[in-house]
């Protein structure tokens, strides 16, 4: 699976959107983008994830550039329950796959009121 | 479907003591994953299993760990002989379909200090 890069903290005001970027340079044809995040003291929390198309879901909004070495992850507007790290995971989805996450150290993202 | 469950939630042993944690998955999740998180850092694979069968060990899986999943159901992991690097928050993960497009719905973790 691709080396993710992200930068390891940010802050955000409330209300406003938080862009996380992150990226994935070396990431294959057939490797997706995921972004999990997890708040203190719970397991992680499914984002979001992409191949080649943005997404959005009622959580998040997900860009992928054209080549695909990098993303970005919008929070529209960010609340102050949205303090959490954030990863940004690459790997290959498919029926012979474990489907392991490697995560890297993510971005912690301090939204501020 | 009440999420993933993990027992207990917190651990204290001593040192060379074995502890075994539990974890109850979303029911009908076929893939169950076990990972292992330190201080400041982001999680780590310890092992998978698709239904019963343990299909994937990390390296990070000592002799001293072993997991099970009888009937593809619950899960166990077992840690024999507890060192103090052995102190670390672990975190299971369920998730269901064919295709790694499913994503992994994580248990709140069992803590797990070594003294």
């Known amino acids: 699976d691709a080396k993710t890069t992200q930068p390891p903290s940010m802050d955000c005001a409330e209300g406003r959107a938080a862009n996380l970027p992150c990226n994935h340079s070396t990431i294959s044809g057939n490797e997706y983008v995921y972004w999990y995040r997890q708040i203190h003291s719970q397991g992680p929390q499914y984002i979001i994830h992409?191949?080649?198309n943005n997404e959005t879901n009622e959580m998040a909004s997900l860009i992928i550039t054209e080549d695909r070495k990098s993303s970005t992850l919008i929070l529209p507007h960010a609340t102050l329950r949205d303090t959490a790290v954030y990863y940004c995971?690459?790997?290959?989805?498919?029926?012979?796959?474990?489907?392991?996450?490697?995560f890297g150290q993510g971005t912690t993202l301090q939204v501020k009121p | 479907d009440t999420g993933v469950s993990q027992d207990p939630r917190h651990k204290i042993t001593k040192r060379g003591q074995n502890v075994t944690f539990r974890c109850d998955p979303i029911s009908e999740h076929n893939r169950l994953y076990w990972y292992r998180q330190t201080l400041g850092q982001g999680p780590e694979f310890l092992t998978y299993f698709q239904n019963e069968a343990q299909l994937e060990k990390s390296r990070l899986l000592s002799d001293r760990f072993s997991a099970e999943r009888p009937k593809g159901s619950f899960s166990t992991l077992e840690i024999q002989r507890t060192e103090q690097g052995d102190s670390a928050m672990y975190l299971c993960?369920?998730?269901?379909?064919?295709?790694?497009?499913?994503?992994?719905?994580f248990g709140p973790g069992t803590r797990l200090t070594v003294t």
């Open positions: 993960a369920s998730s269901d379909g064919p295709f790694a497009k499913d994503e992994q719905y």
């Open positions: 995971i690459v790997r290959v989805a498919g029926s012979s796959n474990t489907g392991k996450l490697i």
């Open positions: 992409g191949l080649k």
